[in-house]
DNA sequence: TCCCGAATAT
DNA sequence: TATATTCGGG
């Protein structure tokens, strides 16, 4: 039933022909990580055959899955804000182990946020809710990794030595060099549909056309600001950029657009013009690579004319991000210029002298302090970083467990949770507790009251503190977790709902015209499938069980829902893969991340396996739901039909 | 001769 | 549209 829709024959012409991409989504959100899933799936472009699509929900079996089947997967896509682990963590991590791209995708619309991301080595910042040109950049990075290309990963300013390949695409409208000069006589070989490349005429090396990626323009735009606006001339960009087989004419085609790019986002800070494509521009390339540029070039030129930036401050024409939009410098020098910033991208920049004066280069925000301690303690976290005080100790909230031993993790991820707070240090072993000193590495740690707090103690280390400076989105997170509106959509998929609820529900919760467009996707309706076949009973020993008669593998979440307020309501497991599973009634729940039972990825793909998730010994009165998302098989009819509509 | 960059072609 | 190519001029 799930080809009713007359499905025309696609014009593939063999799986074989196909890029089999394997892609890794990261969300502790659920709904949002359905809906990703949902969207890649159902906007899997022409030529991409998505082998497998695995959804997990914790960034440590995230990490789990990779290192368990390393070359298993092309691309990874994460969201930022997580706990025990953001997504920048995250990133960081894959990059340094597996060298694979990562894409970032998160609510967040902070400038800082997205720069954040992109220097610290991300792929490509996706702005939620995802739309359909996010979705085009997924794709292009899940392509370049999987044709083996590294410079799908970009990791700062090129070293010496250090070489990039470019991406190619062939063009296959390209015609031989020696052809192209007798202009006149090009007509004749001018064709409608020139599908046949294979005219051989001339045996070099095909002319390929560049495709300027992100981690190609990433570079692009660091030899940039290392050379200045003003001095980036197209030979000494691509010295700088350093990236075998680019020309000087590929670099000076790009740079001309890039200065129209500019030119244009520069107008419209000036005059109003409508927003008609602005969303569009937004999401760009140029856009995403624009915070982190511009960050740069200010930085740069703050200190090699600091004094005119001084007067310029003082004659009124501050770098002030109006409303948080515009950011203009002089706009009659040749080394400033005019921008305006899309309100959902803020620049951290500092607004008064002697901010900028002081104002330290931005770093990665890579390290991750470590601290450990004995006791309990209560320590406060002083961020003393220009970019966040505003003249005020900044504090930001973390609560950490030690395990008594010594060392503690302290994720930068953890020091998003809260504004004015403290790090709560609670130990665990008390038995072992011997009254001393902790010692770590915590960045602008100051010590605070506590109930130990002579026990406590940080130090300030790193050559750069910034460089593990707090980060500068401690702000709420809602939306992001369990919220009600994940609970709604929770129970909404697990009593059985038609599939039309689902997506009434998606369309009033979400923009997603997109998903709403393709109502009858197979993946749709095969997901409603799992959903109507859940079964949820509990046995009269107390042993909720959930389970499946899907015929294909599933992906579950294992809802909490105690009528005793033994734990959170709002907790769930995640389990995933057909077969059993077993949990503990007793098991902690409440943490939404803890290690989550997983198949065997080799496994996910057997459509012969039913699912049957249970909980033994569960305390009494707790009540088991789950749903299930289906995790199909994509096999070469499914994948085709989902080519009906001519997406990209 | 080099090479920049606007204009134009594909 | 994105990238390549051309071409006048510094």
Redesign the pocket.
């Known amino acids: 039933m799930g080809r009713e829709r007359s499905v025309p024959t696609p014009s593939l012409k063999t799986t074989s022909s196909l890029l089999k991409i394997q892609i890794l989504v990261v969300d502790d959100d659920s709904t949002s990580l359905a809906i990703v899933a949902s969207m890649l799936k159902t906007y899997c472009p022409r030529g991409i055959y998505i082998y497998r699509l695995l959804t997990v929900r914790s960034p440590l079996d995230a990490l789990l899955q990779l290192r368990l089947h390393q070359g298993f997967f092309d691309l990874v896509v994460t969201d930022l804000y997580m706990p025990v682990m953001n997504g920048i963590e995250l990133q960081q991590q894959v990059n340094e182990e597996f060298n694979l791209p990562v894409v970032i995708m998160s609510s967040d619309d902070k400038k800082s946020v997205v720069m954040d991301c992109l220097e610290s080595g991300a792929s490509f910042y996706m702005m939620k809710p995802v739309n359909q040109n996010d979705l085009k950049n997924i794709w292009q990075c899940a392509v370049t990794s999987k044709q083996g290309k590294p410079s799908a990963i970009m990791e700062g300013i090129p070293s010496s030595g250090e070489k990039l390949p470019i991406e190619y695409i062939n063009?296959s409208?390209?015609?031989p060099?020696e052809r192209?000069?007798v202009?006149g006589s090009?007509k004749k070989l001018k064709r409608k549909g020139n599908r046949e490349d294979e005219d051989g005429t001339t045996t070099g090396p095909k002319?390929?056309?560049?495709?300027?990626t992100n981690s190609l323009h990433n570079r692009f735009l660091h030899a940039i600001s290392h050379l200045g606006l003003d001095k980036?001339?197209?030979?000494?960009i691509?010295e700088f950029m350093s990236v075998p087989g680019l020309t000087?004419?590929?670099v000076?085609?790009?740079?001309?657009?890039y200065?129209i790019f500019l030119k244009r986002v520069a107008e419209k800070g000036n005059s109003t013009i409508p927003k008609d494509s602005s969303e569009k521009d937004l999401r760009?390339t140029f856009a995403n690579g624009l915070a982190s540029m511009m960050l740069r070039s200010l930085e740069q030129q703050k200190q090699q004319r600091l004094p005119e930036f001084v007067s310029m401050q003082k004659m009124g024409a501050q770098i002030q991000p109006g409303r948080g939009e515009t950011v203009s410098l002089s706009p009659d020098s040749p080394n400033f210029t005019s921008l305006n910033f899309p309100n959902h991208h803020q620049l951290p920049l500092p607004l008064d002298q002697q901010q900028i004066q002081t104002l330290p280069s931005p770093d990665k925000i890579c390290n991750i302090p470590t601290a450990s301690g004995i006791e309990d303690g209560v320590v406060a976290v002083n961020n003393s970083s220009p970019y966040l005080n505003n003249g005020q100790d900044n504090y930001v909230k973390t609560e950490m467990i030690g395990d008594g031993l010594g060392q503690k993790n302290f994720n930068a991820g953890d020091m998003l949770s809260g504004i004015n707070g403290f790090i709560n240090w609670n130990c665990n072993d008390f038995s072992s507790s011997v009254p001393s000193m902790g010692n770590g590495s915590f960045s602008n740690l100051v010590q605070t009251g506590s109930a130990i707090p002579e026990q406590f103690s940080a130090s300030l280390t790193g050559a750069n503190p910034e460089s593990s400076s707090i980060l500068p989105i401690a702000e709420n997170q809602d939306g992001i977790g369990n919220g009600p509106e994940d609970m709604d959509f929770f129970n909404l998929i697990s009593d059985g709902s038609t599939l039309d609820d689902i997506l009434n529900y998606l369309q009033l919760n979400s923009d997603f015209d997109e998903i709403l467009s393709h109502t009858k996707s197979p993946y749709q309706q095969q997901a409603a499938q799992v959903f109507r076949n859940s079964n949820f009973s509990a046995s009269n020993s107390n042993q909720p069980k959930v389970s499946f008669s899907a015929s294909n593998s599933y992906q579950a979440q294992v809802n909490n829902t105690p009528s005793s307020g033994l734990s959170d309501p709002n907790s769930y497991q995640q389990v995933q893969g057909g077969g059993g599973m077993n949990f503990n009634g007793n098991e902690n729940l409440v943490d939404a991340y803890q290690p989550s039972f997983i198949q065997d990825p080799e496994t996910i793909l057997d459509p012969n396996l039913d699912g049957m998730y249970s909980a033994d010994n569960a305390t009494e009165g707790i009540q088991i739901q789950a749903c299930g998302l289906a995790i199909q098989d994509w096999n070469d009819e499914f994948f085709n039909s989902l080519f009906d509509d001519d997406i990209f």
């Not at 002319?207 to 300027?212: F, M, N, R």
């Not at 980036?232 to 000494?236: A, F, G, N, R």
């Open positions: 063009s409208a390209s015609v060099q192209r000069d202009k090009t002319k390929a056309k560049v495709v300027w980036s001339v197209p030979k000494k691509l000087r004419e590929n000076a085609s790009h740079l001309q657009k200065r760009s």
